[in-house]
């Protein structure tokens, strides 16, 4: 703690005495100085110890020395030392009136006192909160790093809101909150996610400082610093406390600020070191060497191959204006570290991300609440594969892809391949290229069927409804069936092919089936 008006009244050389503000002296003294201007504020700081001899009042004037106090006090001087046995035997009546009218402290200094003797004892106090504070600072670091080192970032935090006597919160790169302590601070941690936001925005380093921020209770006061060497932020530290950190917290925040980055940020070398190594295994799974791929994996990405994985492929979409792979990367690998789970996330260089992630997991958990929440937005589309294992590694990189295209066909954030193994084939053709062909297919008997000569669109779906089967479809209709045969001869001779072809008979009943289903307009959406 810096000095206090406290601790100079109680110096024992100095000797002074107390004469109006008693019970603002534990107020801090963060200077002295000596003026005798009759307005020193414009000279003035704020949390000054003013010495005066009053060569320059008028004293004794109780409206003049309202004004000069009310001066002092409007500019936060911390108290007022009047020197006794100079111009004025004692301080002056009307200046004491003024400063207990005011509330500021007024202070007495003997003649024997000289006023650099007050400055020095604020000084040598200073220096020495100062240097207490660097050996708690130091001390700080020493107990951070140990935490970091032999516990983990769980640790760190505990310790770090120990000495802040408030509370923190660690968040990853997607800015979830990955810890918290106390516990309890998780939930208020959670709902400054979009200040959190804001700050990843920005280039790293980046802080901010949320005074009474939404959901942080309206005493607290928030720090926000970001985590990371590059321009990309690796996460963010928010630190909650009820008053702004003192010189020893600062230091143990900055302690714990650099020793989480050197836990987020790995080096680019190490990195892609890795991302060599998992675009190794993953050329061997595709190429059907999965014992090999699993021998180079090793511990790194062994994990992974012992369990059924899922292959998920994630493009960057036309209207992208930024590279988003990246920012995908880094949460689904941030997902894989709250959960120590493997994951294998091998960029391409082209446009596109390929994942294994295991099945059932926070990476695809991740991947699914991402398209939900950013995918469109951010100009991403992703497929992902049934699960599998990596003898099938090829065909679920297969599977991966089709159900890609369908996205990126159907305006969609994510597909999964087993989406398009259940239920109808035709909202899978329908795309303006099928629709375009069975219009241009049917186009013909519709323009009969529109000049009254008949029903021949109705008749040919009745017709291969009922496969073929003269008396069911002509029942259908309520014609005869010698009608339905005149028919489906005007048919062919229309559309210059034969009903006998089943893939004649096959695109027909598809595009019957493109242009009349119910709800294609939805489906096509």
Known sequence: MPPTLASLVQHS?????????EDRLRTPVLWVHASELADPVPYMEGGE?????????????????????RRL????VAGLGFALG????????????????AGLPLLGVPRRTPFLAISKAVSAAIAADQYRAVTAGFEAQREL?????????????ARLAGYVD????????SGAVVAAAPEWAARRASRLSADVERLRERPAPASAVLGGAPGAGADDRVELQSLGTGRRVRGALAVGTEAALGTAERYAVH????????????SRGLRAAEQRLGSAVLRMLLSGESDHARAVAGELYGRLLDAPFRLLIAESAENADDDP??????TLEAAAAREREAVLAVPDGEGRLTVLAVDGGAVVTAAEEYAARKAEAAGVVIGLSAPTGPIAASGAYKQAEQALSVARRRGRALVEHEELATGSILPLLADDAVRAFADGMLRALHDHDTKGRGDLVASLRAWLSRHGQWDAAAADLGVHRHTLRYRMRRVEEILGRSLDDPDVRMELWLALKTTTQPGAEEQRK
């Open 13 to 21: 050389a100095l000797n002074l005495t107390v004469r109006a503000g």
């Open 49 to 69: 110890l003013l010495l005066i001899t009053a060569t320059g009042l008028d004293a004794e004037d109780p409206e003049a020395m309202r004004r000069y106090v």
């Open 73 to 76: 006090v409007d500019a936060g």
């Open 86 to 101: 100079v111009n004025y035997e004692d301080i002056p009546e009307a200046l004491v009136t003024a400063a207990r009218e």
């Open 145 to 157: 790093t140990r935490a970091a080192l032999t516990e983990g970032p769980e640790a760190l935090l």
């Open 166 to 173: 408030g509370w923190v919160a660690l968040y990853d790169a």
């Open 255 to 266: 302690s714990a600020v650099a020793l989480l980055t050197l836990t987020t940020e790995r």
């Open 325 to 330: 792979l990246p920012t995908v990367a880094e």
